[in-house]
């Protein structure tokens, strides 16, 4: 339907009921009458009759028949009635038309039903907790500062007690994991081993832990081990057998690293992996989620389901191009999965340090969250490593407890809420005992804490999520893109936007403590007054906005109990002063004298609005719609509830300051943000997000040029021809002089926009956004007219849908969070979706969607649209789309010989003390490792080639993914390091040498050779003959074993401590080093491929009047030694191995290109590569021509 308004007219798309009268325009829900020609409804203007359409909105009524109100001349208005007496024939349309009407709302509450919404036998409560004391029965025998050690345990139950968490949750004793069920996961052989080490000696036990990668074995360790995995399994029968809604195990040993037949990276048994086999054969569970969010790659559970679509494995963790252990090409984004699961492994690697909560949200948002949607898991498994804290010796990482407790939020929303978290990894244990807190209280229901630095993601981030969802998109439906090109120039705007954030508005300080957990006794707030249903039509009783809208959702609530479960909340009148922030003295005082106006002045003062009538008693209701968002406001703020629902009318988000338009005379969301601003003393971050399928024009005005509110709109559209009319709700309108950007419409050009297109702008637009603006408040403009069912909408978005999204809306401003009735005029719909967003505030988890589908290329369009005019305001925005692969940096091979360890180091990025045990890396004999990667040379010019640290079974594997990776072995060429001293300078007491590149000539890095070892011997579904002895040996060998203590201490004062897992230099590299020929030790060589292309060449601005100057010192300190010239601005500072100002220059000002003034060679922070291009030339020239007083010889 169509209302009349500014700008152009046409049709909407809406049902008409009647018509009107020749000269007369239709407003929005009017019934009158037409001639016989035009059949009994305006529905169609395809010739059917009226059984036809009868029979077509039986089957379908989520999909209206076209509107035919495209031949009439002037717009639809709502709540206006036909002038014309009626007459027969008149009645009886109006009795078809109401039939109809009935029976599409049969068929919704039918359906309705089918869906067994009771909270009786629905919602399952509890968070079981699993925590055993006997779990820190073990220990390094040989090295007490060893970091996963019992204290990590100790530390943890201190904080749970500190915060009273263990009394809220509900204690589960753990179990032994039986042999049959490790047998889902792990070979018997390798389990007996495991076994048999409960009888083994102290050196016996460090012979065996030798031979694996970074881990160490106690006599309980077999025991410890089974108990944890044990421990997720009780969780797992918990959850599935409906005792508890989810849970945590604190458990130790991690697991994810463990392998079918190899132990790895401090893991003997794969938690997590055995879980998720025990419930598909136990509860018979189809779709498990596993989402590993340990810094580290977890391989192990990687490798289990490679080839299996009922996991779906997702990992975000640091890789650094192979630096980070586990040094694995397969942890890269490329790596997809293999067969029938390719598509089913998700790999989000962060090449750099210092990822921060922004960056891991926007990976869950932009991939995690869209993929799971589609999967539809049924179980969600998470390998809840906390070593991406910031403080984490191995991490180095930036995320905060609050961020993974936004993280834990997002995925309570996926399976029904049936979400367990095994422990893994965190070694600061001050932090880490934060993160379990965290993620427990938000398990608990609690809500989560703002983000202490909230913002865009990074630009390394936003290139790595960006290169695996290029990898991703053949596979999902959730991950295509609109196909829409960028406009020539937009690239060129975009550093001009970036230069603009300087003077763009700054979030205020917090006044809040955002480590401060709040307990409520009153969760959800409720206001409703039975005395709003005396705002009636007097002249229409079939008028759509009818006062049964709100008793009907009330009596609902109360049937389902909800409404019991809610703090109900006295409703009072709005007070001018309220009003008057909003709305002008003169407007409310016309709409106050309607009280004494007679019938006809009434029905007078109505047409002179839009869409609007009027009756005694309609100011009184309006103000009390008003005033009871504005006390529901209070009691958000004060902490009486922590979020609440207003159900009221009139609605109000079409009022404008000075007049009533389509239902609405007071704009109740806008004064209760005025309200809230005032109550806090200052201009409060608002977030209003209004999902009326019609576009709340009155709002957007208000605050069009304030920076504070952020307004973000999804309507129907229809190019303008939608009410309100007119391109106010096109996306091009985006606020104005300080509000610019701070209005953001989501215009959908056609009808059947169902939950599918609804999420995917929640998950590219509408959170990452509001992630960025960081609101204190948020506020819903809640009509359900988008509903599936509703007269006038036309859309099909379904109450479990609606669910969803204000349980993703609840992770924002520390969960305070409003929903304020707008519109929606099917009375099944409105109840039952009012009632689903009830069940979210309440902390019941979101129902599955399971019958969804794709988002539709229009709804992919319209996003696209508004995320194209608003990535120059809002840089969370940004993800580059990779148009060619080749601008996603990979893992390509370095030809390169480390320098010979001074200090050994343990393997997971700890400097390691001197003197203590036998290095882990003994595990393989040089000849096979030389074996291992000979066939990787391509130059003959290299001394050794370091290509991915991959075993020849490793290889085979990865060449049978689809992946166009074999181009990534070749090497383009050589280059000396003329830095090679810079190489041991790295200023972190925590970073061995060898994890980090060198200099920034060091690109794109891959895995070491240390670790090339480890590889063979791998567990996967193609297995082939390793280099590591089989547990039979292994076990033989012992069996006669006798150590000679001399030797042992020989061991114990040249080799390092034994470490987690991470990118130290170990006795192999060296060994296989020896295989390639002469070297001279104190040389370092490498194979660089620079990128023949950037997508941040844009960036380079002409050199300065006054030249190029290669001998400046550094402009911080003052240092002469390894500087770098900023591209863009032509500013000098030093590398990161002298003190890192460049670095910090970059992150500062963003600008990604930078020229050594050593070797002339350009390095891209964003794209973590160097570059060599014909726009490089002139720059190169004159640093040339600066440092050696000629013209470069030619161009290389």
């Not at 007459?87 to 029976?103: D, P, W």
């Not at 036990?205 to 881990?215: Q, W």
């Not at 409520?520 to 079939?542: A, F, I």
Request: proline share 6%; charged share 20%; glycine share 8%.
């Amino acid at each position: 339907m169509e209302k009349k308004g500014s700008g152009a007219r046409g049709h909407t798309g809406r049902r008409e009921f009647g018509g009107a009268s020749q000269g007369r325009s239709l407003r929005k829900g009017q019934r009158s009458s037409r001639s016989r020609s035009e059949g009994p409804s305006a529905m169609s203007s395809t010739g059917q009759d009226s059984s036809t359409r009868q029979r077509k909105s039986r089957h379908n009524p989520q999909s209206p028949p076209q509107d035919s109100s495209a031949t009439l001349k002037r717009s639809v208005k709502k709540g206006t009635v036909p002038h014309s007496s009626p007459n027969l024939a008149e009645v009886k349309k109006k009795g078809k038309m109401k039939k109809l009407s009935q029976t599409v709302e049969e068929d919704l509450i039918v359906g309705l039903q089918g869906l067994d919404l009771d909270p009786e036998t629905r919602v399952l409560v509890g968070t079981g907790l699993v925590f055993d004391e006997q779990l820190n029965d073990f220990h390094c025998l040989w090295d007490d500062s060893f970091p996963e050690c019992p204290e990590r345990l100790h530390a943890i139950k201190e904080q749970l007690i500190l915060e009273s968490l263990l009394d809220r949750c509900v204690s589960f004793q753990a179990r032994f994991a039986e042999k049959e069920e490790l047998m889902l996961v792990h070979s018997l052989e390798y389990i007996d081993l495991m076994e048999t080490t409960q009888y083994m000696n102290e050196g016996e036990l460090r012979i065996l832990a030798g031979t694996y990668d970074s881990v160490y074995l106690h006599p309980n360790s077999y025991s410890c081990a089974c108990l944890a995995t044990g421990s997720v399994l009780r969780l797992v029968d918990a959850v599935l057998g409906a005792e508890i809604r989810n849970g945590m195990a604190v458990i130790r040993p991690p697991g994810h690293h463990a392998q079918r037949s190899l132990m790895d990276g401090y893991c003997m048994f794969n938690h997590v992996a055995v879980a998720a086999r025990y419930a598909q054969k136990k509860h018979r569970i189809q779709r498990v989620l596993i989402v590993d969010w340990d810094v580290h790659h977890g391989q192990g559970t990687q490798f289990t389901f490679d080839q299996d679509p009922s996991v779906l494995y997702f990992s975000i963790h640091r890789y650094e191009q192979g630096r980070f252990w586990p040094h694995l090409k397969a942890s890269n984004w490329s790596t997809v999965g293999l067969g029938q699961g390719q598509g089913y492994t998700i790999n989000v690697p962060w090449n750099q340090v210092g990822m921060r909560d922004t960056d891991y949200i926007a990976a869950f948002l932009h991939i995690l969250m869209p993929v799971a949607f589609e999967f539809q898991p049924q179980l969600v498994l998470v390998a809840a490593g906390y070593d991406a804290l910031q403080g984490d010796p191995k991490g180095e990482m930036a995320a905060t407890p609050a961020g993974f407790a936004h993280l834990t939020h997002l995925l309570m929303g996926l399976a029904g809420g049936r979400l367990i978290l095994s422990l893994e990894g965190g070694y600061n244990l001050h932090a880490l005992a934060k993160g379990v807190s965290a993620s427990l209280h938000t398990l608990l229901g609690d809500p989560c804490p703002m983000l202490e630095s909230p913002g865009a993601p990074c630009a390394s981030a936003q290139t790595s999520i960006s290169c695996t969802l290029e990898a991703l998109e053949p596979f999902w439906e959730f991950l295509v893109r609109s196909v829409e090109p960028r406009e020539e120039g937009e690239v060129e705007e975009d550093k001009v936007e970036e230069e603009d954030e300087e003077g763009r508005w700054e979030a205020a300080t917090l006044p809040l403590d955002t480590c401060r957990w709040p307990l409520l006794q009153d969760r959800t707030g409720l206001v409703y007054d039975e005395k709003m249903m005396s705002h009636c039509n007097l002249w229409d009783n079939h008028h759509p906005e009818t006062p049964q809208r709100i008793l009907r959702i009330m009596c609902h609530l109360e049937e389902l109990g909800l409404a019991a479960r809610c703090l109900i909340l006295p409703v009072r009148p709005a007070m001018d002063a309220e009003l008057l922030t909003c709305h002008s003295a003169e407007y409310v005082e016309r709409v106050r004298a309607t009280e004494k106006m007679k019938t006809r002045e009434l029905h007078r003062e109505g047409a002179s609005f839009d869409s609007i009538y009027i009756c005694p008693s309609t100011f009184t209701c309006a103000q009390l719609a008003t005033g009871a968002a504005c006390r529901l406001v209070e009691a958000v703020l004060s902490g009486e509830v922590l979020n609440g629902i207003a159900i009221v009318r009139p609605p109000g988000h079409h009022a404008e300051r000075d007049a009533a338009c389509g239902f609405c005379f007071f704009n109740s969301v806008a004064v209760a943000a005025r309200h809230a601003q005032a109550i806090a003393g200052r201009a409060l971050r608002i977030l209003i997000v209004d999902w009326d399928v019609h576009h709340g024009n009155g709002t957007q005005h208000m605050f069009e040029d304030d920076p504070s509110v952020l307004y973000m709109s999804l309507h129907r559209y229809d190019r303008g021809t939608f009410f309100p009319m007119g391109d106010e709700g096109a996306s091009s309108q985006v606020g104005r002089a300080a509000g610019t950007g701070f209005t953001v419409n989501v215009p959908w050009n056609g009808p059947r926009m169902g939950d599918a297109d609804y999420l995917t702008a929640w998950h590219r637009l509408v959170l990452p956004i509001a992630y960025e603006f960081n609101p204190e408040l948020v506020l819903v403009s809640a009509g359900f007219d988008a509903a599936q069912g509703d007269p006038l909408g036309g859309c099909q978005v379904t109450p479990e849908g609606y669910a969803h999204l204000t349980h993703l809306l609840m992770g924002l401003a520390s969960g305070r969070i409003i929903l304020i009735l707008e519109g929606g005029y099917n009375l099944a719909s409105i109840s039952e979706s009012m009632a689903a967003c009830t069940h979210s505030l309440l902390g019941d988890p979101p129902p599955p969607l399971t019958s969804l589908r794709p988002p539709q290329p229009g709804a992919l369009a319209s996003i696209t649209e508004t995320i194209q005019v608003h990535r120059r305001y809002w840089r969370s925005l940004r993800m580059m789309r990779m148009e060619d692969k080749e601008e996603c940096p990979s893992s390509k091979p370095v030809i390169k010989k480390l320098p010979k360890a001074t200090n050994p180091v343990s393997p997971k990025g700890t400097a390691t003390p001197s003197g203590k045990v036998p290095e882990a890396g003994m595990r393989k004999t040089a000849a096979a490792a030389k074996e291992s990667t000979l066939g990787h040379s391509k130059s003959k010019t290299a001394k050794a080639v370091l290509a991915q640290g991959q075993s020849s079974e490793q290889a085979a594997r990865e060449a049978s993914l689809d992946q166009a990776t074999s181009k990534e072995t070749s090497v383009g060429g050589t280059a000396m390091d003329q830095h090679a001293s810079a190489e041991t300078t790295k200023n972190s007491p925590s970073q061995n040498t060898f994890e980090d590149p060198v200099g920034e000539t060091e690109p794109i890095q891959t895995p070491l050779a240390s670790c090339a070892d480890k590889q063979t011997t791998e567990a996967s579904p193609v297995q082939g003959a390793t280099a590591q002895q089989s547990p039979d040996q292994l076990t033989e060998s012992l069996s006669t074993l006798k150590l000679n203590s001399a030797a042992l201490e020989t061991q114990e004062s040249e080799e390092g401590l034994l470490g987690e897992a991470a990118g130290g230099q170990d006795m192999n590299s060296l060994m296989l080093m020896q295989g390639f020929g002469d070297f001279n030790t104190q040389d370092v060589f490498y194979a660089v491929t620079p990128l023949s292309w950037c997508p941040h060449l844009v960036a380079v601005c002409p050199i300065p009047a006054e030249g190029l100057d290669t001998a400046q010192p550094c402009k911080t300190c003052g240092t002469l030694q390894e500087n770098w010239v900023c591209l863009t601005c032509y500013q000098v500072y030093c590398s990161r191995y002298v003190h890192a100002h460049m670095v910090h220059h970059h992150e500062a000002s963003e600008h990604p290109l930078v020229l050594s003034c050593v070797d002339l060679s350009t390095w891209c922070y964003v794209c973590q590569a160097y570059v060599h291009h014909q726009d490089l030339q002139e720059v190169k020239s004159a640093a040339h021509q600066s440092k050696f007083g000629e013209d470069m010889p030619h161009s290389h």
